[in-house]
């Protein structure tokens, strides 16, 4: 029977202390309604340190993309849902008299096109452009913006020759004096998602971890009940939904036990897996859910703190990163630069891989998102700022973004404007943002 | 904040052009390099107003000349910026002047002066380009040269928050254009009105003119163009000269006027009139009006000064150039040593324990 009632977009399982939203179903689209539910479009930035290894980045053409770069490589089964950018440029990253501390600025300046004050102490950047747009749409979902990041790291200090901590550890500002902590613990981010939005001590978790059944068994109640009025598109996209957040919850469960019974009184937040790999898909898993659930349209993914010196053992590279990219040009340690910058890549097409699985309207969850991947330096061991090493992944909904090509922009053509046509296609208009000059052409052909 | 660790370089040049419709723009860069390798100024941005890839890509080939591209012996004199390029100049026809020195081939049949420039992305944005160049100057340790029509230097007051930037940061614009006290509708201005309006109204500096009577009355000769230059066997700058018109000839030296002022202003090369208001008639006629309070000024040639002008052209920009050390290499070497070993340092220091590390509250 066909009826002109829809499920509304913000239905939410409730069970005790548990909240769980929904995906993007077809009974949310009125039958005989004049006009259809858009998905919303969704705007993210995963931000890799340190710069890259650019001659294994870099594309030697333009236009549609053929074969991929040795660090792209990973993500060439998702090239036609990629837009490759170059010649963008962060001046405000650049030293502009300020003297060394690259790395400070060049994440300081990356979301808010604004020049970082040299301090340790009265930071000052600017607004970042993601929370200009979620403070103007942030009141649609439960959380403005979400803010993740996989490494352990303080907010306070000299992170890079006389720059905070504050700027090295964080992307997203909330105001030009306030940064805004990614989240690293992974439980933290379950529970902020589904919970009551307090995250527990490791101490009063384990108790509860004793009875803890999985957060479905709270909500089976509310579930039976939605399955009913659902036809068997949606029972399946429920099903595969909710299924998700088991698995999450499995991931969980077993970092935390590894965890345990590895070092007990390890200086990791409670969970965190030990693989850098494991920890990616974790965290991405949930901000997946959280896209899915229409829970955020904002979100930033500080993949490490910039200037990281984090050893990748897992690649059998006991070296810092950091140091590495110091490399004075000696193959032995590019080598190694370019390997950490592919592993970094092939965990974000894994995301890709799975935003791109799930069925959203008519298309996919990952043709409603524009995420940028890239970082603040071009190349770690020049600290340059233009020709900067960026991505765009998604479509920005209706089919907006043209993907599959590499556009190279002209000389010093600002980051920002970049950012500033995001902030369009997400309804949030401004006259610039940053340090823009102008709207970024190209990234529609129409 | 400014960094403290350096003294003041020389004065920064910001020169915009309109590079092929003169011979004058070539001398005017040429003489503007010569002032960089004598360490009297600093090139820090190149731009052209004539929307043609060959006038970016002749700039750029002057650049490398400099920098030592053709025979690799020159070392530090100027750099290999990118060269801005307008995309709706009024003018874009290419110029013999231009293409007779990009069209000429090494024996091996490669571009004898190279260049980078064959698609508009080899090129930079100018708005971005002339902001960006002075965002990194130290406070009024930079000048504006405009040796063409006003289109980027319009562009560029159209960029938020760029007006207190200049007035921060330059010191004066120094442009060649108009005539005074009255003359002829003068070429730079002519070519594009509206943005030589928007210039002389908005620019927050003062601004210095070079009238055509300026340029036309000192005669760059033709003769050391034979004679100065002759060190190099091949040189952008002769050959542009050669294909600009038959030889002999001695060449409009207005755009060298121009460089001259802004790099010695205090030297008395040139003798300037009262501070006024320029306005521009609608045929492209300058009018200069007194007044105390006005931001404009224009150049007077002293007829004393001519033979001083003339040899000051012919030496430095036929100077070959010389290797120029780095200014501060130890304190350079110093400083990035120290921030590898402070980054050493703290990559050891034992990592804040995850309670000392707050989540974000909710956000709702």
Redesign the interface.
């Known amino acids: 029977m066909i009826t002109g009632k829809s499920l509304a977009r913000r239905t939410f399982l409730r069970g005790i202390g548990t909240t769980i939203a929904l995906p993007f179903l077809d009974a949310m689209t009125p039958a005989m309604a004049a006009t259809t539910t858009k998905a919303p479009v969704r705007m993210g930035f995963v931000y890799v340190p340190n710069g890259m290894d650019v001659r294994n980045w870099n594309l030697d053409y333009e236009g549609k993309l053929g074969e991929l770069s040795r660090i792209m490589k990973p993500l060439e089964p998702f090239k036609e849902d990629v837009l490759v950018l170059g010649n963008l440029t962060h001046n405000n990253g650049r030293a502009l008299l300020d003297g060394p501390g690259d790395h400070g600025r060049c994440c300081g300046s990356y979301l808010t096109g604004m020049q970082p004050r040299k301090t340790m102490v009265d930071i000052k950047a600017g607004i970042s452009c993601d929370q200009i747009v979620a403070n103007q749409i942030g009141n649609k979902t439960r959380f403005p913006s979400l803010e993740l990041g996989l490494e352990d790291a303080r907010q306070a200090g000299d992170c890079d020759s006389g720059y905070s901590c504050a700027y090295t550890n964080n992307l997203a500002w909330r105001s030009e004096t306030q940064p805004l902590p990614p989240v690293l613990d992974p439980r933290a981010l379950f529970e902020r998602l589904f919970g009551n939005g307090i995250a527990l001590s490791p101490e009063a978790r384990a108790r509860q971890s004793k009875y803890r059944r999985s957060i479905l068994d709270f909500v089976t109640s509310d579930t039976k009940k939605l399955e009913i009025n659902l036809g068997p598109t949606d029972k399946r996209k429920l099903e595969e939904y909710l299924s998700s957040i088991r698995s999450i919850e499995r991931q969980l469960e077993k970092a935390e036990k590894d965890n345990a019974q590895i070092d007990p009184k390890m200086p990791k937040p409670y969970g965190v897996p030990a693989d850098f790999a494991e920890h990616f898909k974790l965290m991405t898993d949930m901000l997946t859910v959280a896209l899915q659930a229409d829970l955020t349209r904002v979100f930033t993914f500080l993949v490490t703190r910039e200037g990281t010196s984090r050893a990748y053992r897992e690649l059998e590279i006991p070296d810092g990163h950091h140091p590495l990219t110091h490399h004075q040009n000696k193959p032995e340690l590019m080598e190694k630069v370019s390997r950490i910058n592919t592993y970094h890549v092939k965990q974000f097409a894994g995301w890709i891989e799975k935003l791109k699985s799930i069925q959203e309207g008519d298309g996919t969850l990952l043709d409603n998102c524009m995420i940028v991947y890239g970082a603040g330096l071009t190349d770690g061991n020049k600290h340059n700022h233009e020709d900067l090493p960026t991505l765009l992944a998604g479509h920005g909904g209706n089919n907006y973004i043209k993907t599959g090509r590499r556009i190279n922009y002209r000389k010093e053509t600002p980051m920002s404007n970049l950012f500033l046509s995001m902030m369009d296609r997400m309804d949030v208009h401004g006259e610039h943002f940053g340090d823009s000059t102008g709207r970024l052409d190209g990234l529609n052909l129409s | 904040?400014?960094?403290q660790?350096q003294a003041k370089p020389p004065v920064g040049i910001v020169f915009d052009s309109g590079m092929g419709s003169s011979i004058d723009g070539a001398l005017a860069l040429a003489l503007l390099y010569g002032f960089d390798g004598k360490n009297e100024a600093r090139v820090i941005s190149v731009s052209v107003s004539r929307s043609n890839l060959s006038s970016a890509a002749y700039c750029e080939a002057v650049g490398r000349f400099y920098a030592g591209a053709v025979n690799g012996g020159f070392g530090g004199v100027g750099r290999n910026l990118?060269v801005?390029l307008s995309v709706d100049g009024k003018i874009k026809d290419e110029t013999p002047m231009l293409s007779g020195p990009l069209a000429k081939l090494t024996p091996e049949g490669k571009p004898l002066y190279a260049h980078g420039i064959h698609q508009?992305?080899?090129?930079?944005?100018v708005?971005?380009?002339i902001?960006?160049a002075f965002?990194?100057?130290?406070d009024q340790n930079s000048i504006a040269i405009l040796a063409g029509p006003a289109t980027n230097f319009a562009q560029v007051l159209d960029?938020?928050r760029v007006k207190d930037l200049i007035t921060a940061k330059c010191r004066f614009l120094a442009m060649t254009g108009g005539a005074f006290p009255n003359g002829n509708p003068e070429f730079n201005i002519k070519a594009d009105i509206p943005a030589a309006r928007k210039l002389f109204a908005e620019w927050p500096t003062p601004i210095i003119l070079s009238g055509f009577e300026i340029g036309e009355a000192l005669p760059f000769p033709a003769a050391s163009i034979e004679k100065d230059f002759a060190w190099s066997p091949n040189h952008p700058v002769v050959d542009a000269y050669k294909a600009f018109k038959p030889m002999p000839y001695d060449a409009l030296s207005g755009d060298m006027s121009t460089v001259l002022y802004a790099v010695h202003s205090q030297d008395g090369y040139f003798k300037l009139s009262d501070p006024g208001t320029i306005a521009v008639l609608d045929d492209g006629r300058t009018k200069f009006t007194a007044s105390p309070q006005g931001k404009h000024r224009y150049l007077i040639l002293d007829p004393a000064q001519k033979e001083r002008i003339i040899k000051i052209y012919t030496e430095v920009a036929s100077a070959k150039p010389v290797p120029r050390a780095p200014r501060f290499p130890r304190k350079e070497k110093e400083?990035?040593e120290?921030?590898?070993k402070?980054?050493?340092l703290?990559?050891k220091e034992?990592?804040?324990?995850?309670s000392?590390?707050?989540?974000?509250a909710?956000?709702?």
Do not use: C, H
């Not at chain 2, 000392?356 to 974000?360: A, G, H, M, R, V």
């Open positions: 904040m400014q960094f660790g990118p801005g508009l992305n080899d090129t930079a944005e708005p971005a380009l902001r960006n965002t990194s100057q130290y960029l938020p400083l990035k120290k921030e590898l402070d980054q050493e703290k990559d034992i990592p804040v324990k995850p000392e590390i707050k989540p974000p909710p956000q709702q």
